[in-house]
């Protein structure tokens, strides 16, 4: 967690704020003394969330804001410009995950997972790094996956999106080197988070599905959205002034 005040002064934009991994970034960058705006559909955890964030953190703000719809993103992300100045930090952690081998994939849940896992973090990014670029500074963290690092049985749809995450933010760390602004990339392994644990609560015994996923990696346990906080936070910070086009598997071992 960062509590040294780093970030005191500091614009953090993000999407996916509102709960599991994106909520526990939101609140370690608070308590280094950022100011948090959190890009999301949904306003009432979100608000939730701001409440309870470290008082010693600037007043943040909730933006509404669909990042598959490209309007959308560019009025909030001009919005938070407007309002904040360019943002400092730039964390893109929205996601869905949805199972299914490619063969048992519509077309419309194929095209779904693609808008929301890579199509919504260009669009977000794209617009981020405009004002990035003409402040001459800034530091995008994209949020990937283990399943962007390897091939996984049955998530199809959702590793094809979160391994364009992680060639987007290589891509995106090259041409925005020469100016300063950073990009570089987490990718978690299997964390208690919300979503993980409603996607597992479908299946028929919830608990060996938990287990399962815990066996499968050598520190045999899943981890929590304040270990994956914390990969995010260091590259946010000076502390990764060096770091740019960088992948980061924080999983318990599994892409060893």
Do not use: Q
């Not at 608000?47 to 600037?58: E, F, H, I, K, Q």
């Amino acid at each position: 967690m960062s509590e040294r005040g780093e970030f005191v002064g500091r614009v953090v934009l993000m999407t996916g704020g509102a709960s599991g991994i994106g909520a526990a970034a939101a609140r370690a960058l608070a308590a280094g003394g950022a100011t948090v705006v959190l890009l999301g559909r949904h306003e009432a955890p979100a608000r939730v969330l701001l409440d309870a964030l470290p008082a010693r953190a600037p007043a943040g703000a909730f933006i509404a804001c669909d990042v598959t719809d490209e309007a959308a993103v560019e009025a909030a992300v001009a919005a938070v410009a407007d309002r904040f100045g360019a943002p400092d930090v730039a964390v893109l952690s929205a996601g869905l995950l949805v199972r299914g081998a490619a063969e048992t994939t519509s077309r419309s849940t194929w095209d779904e997972v693609l808008d929301v896992n890579l199509t919504g973090v260009f669009l977000v990014a794209r617009e981020v790094a405009k004002r990035m670029r003409a402040a001459g500074r800034g530091s995008i963290v994209m949020v990937s996956s283990e399943a962007g690092l390897k091939g996984i049985r049955g998530l199809a749809a959702y590793s094809v999106a979160k391994a364009g995450v992680v060639e987007l933010a290589r891509c995106m760390a090259l041409d925005l080197a020469d100016v300063g602004v950073r990009v570089n990339c987490v990718c978690p392994g299997t964390t208690r988070t919300p979503m993980v644990l409603e996607a597992v609560a479908k299946e028929p015994d919830p608990d060996a599905e938990l287990a399962r996923y815990a066996n499968a990696r050598p520190l045999r346990r899943l981890g929590t959205p304040e270990e994956i906080a914390a990969a995010i936070v260091y590259f946010a910070s000076d502390a990764a002034a060096y770091a740019t086009g960088a992948v980061l598997a924080v999983d318990g071992g599994f892409t060893a």
